[in-house]
């Protein structure tokens, strides 16, 4: 998985798998859109006016929980 931001869009990519040119996007709501692979998995979501949705909980940091063991590592965002 890989998590970009375009800071002068102010948009951030989750990429969770490689997927190629041929994705089909869904706009969920206006802030966010899914990328489906042609095989129907998710291939990432793109998140705009993404620092407000990044930072919007969890005090301005990502954490990633590893829910077998309750393992939680923090990285806090910088203000770009």
């Known amino acids: 998985m890989r998590l970009s ?5 102010n948009v ?5 798998r490689p997927a190629g ?4 996007t869904l706009r969920i709501i206006d802030e966010i859109n899914i990328d489906l692979a042609p095989d ?3 291939a990432g979501m793109e998140l705009l006016n993404a620092n407000e949705q990044l930072r919007a909980s ?3 940091q990502i954490i990633v929980t590893d829910e077998a ?3 939680e590592i923090k990285v806090a965002l910088t203000a770009v």
Request: hydrophobic share 25%; charged share 40%; no cysteine.
């Open 21 to 24: 040119a041929d994705v089909e």
């Open 58 to 60: 969890d005090g301005g």
């Open 40 to 42: 129907g998995t998710v």
């Open 5 to 9: 931001y375009d800071p002068r869009r």
């Open 69 to 71: 063991d309750g393992r």
């Open 12 to 16: 951030a990519y989750i990429r969770l």
